[in-house]
């Protein structure tokens, strides 16, 4: 089984997502939040890029049926139900509701695999979980990073890192199964977890904890503290 790591989504090619189980990061916050609402009761999660098109999903809908989130730098997008808070997104005010989500880089990640016929939701909470579920798919894994601003960003990365490193207990990797960025993402991984890599020094994440989300950081760097593994298909994330 071969992995391989995407550090910025869109530059992927067609046939790289081809006979490939794709698997989504951006740990920092927009799939930590999407695995949040499904937890937390949601219905479906419905991403989309534009802002705009999220309020006339949420017009149609009304707001008997959905809840609108999202956020643009980190900051709430005014007029919006919700940010992008993990903890906003376990609150009652998602059960039994449609989640329309649109973030600065998440939902683009989201939106530039949708051809893939397989996408699964990675986050630091679910690393071991959605492992699991790639590796027993028996395809080729392809972790798409958002990044943040078109840059690769060290938190998705190690996360990345920390989603191979839990393939290992699924399936046989052998010498030469991942690529160079796949094992430079292991290798962050290994420095976070050994605490000789400070991710609290990292551009999004110090970013975040300058705007005061300290706790969603924390919470978003927590491992294994879900099972549930989301899946993209039709333009819609569902448990
Ligand atoms: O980029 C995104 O999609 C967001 O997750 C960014 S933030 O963590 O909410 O700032
Ligand atoms: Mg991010």
Known sequence: MKIDVLPVFGKQTDNQLQ??????????RATTSIICALNGGAIKVVPTVDAGDAVALASRLGSRECVLGGERGGIKIS????????????SRTVKNKTVIISTTNGTGALHSVKSAEKILIGAMINRTAVAKAASC?????????????????????????AIIDAVRGYATIRPGDLSDMALICEALYNGWKEERFDISKTFHYSRLTGLGFDEDVKFCFTPDTTETVPQYRDGVIIK
């Open 79 to 90: 007029g919006f139900d919700i940010g992008n808070s993990p903890k906003e997104y376990l």
């Open 19 to 28: 006979d490939t189980t794709v698997v989504v990061v951006d740990v920092l």
């Open 137 to 161: 798919e028996g395809h080729d894994i392809l972790i798409v990073c958002a990044g943040t601003d078109g840059q690769p960003s060290a938190d998705d990365l190690c996360t990345a890192g």
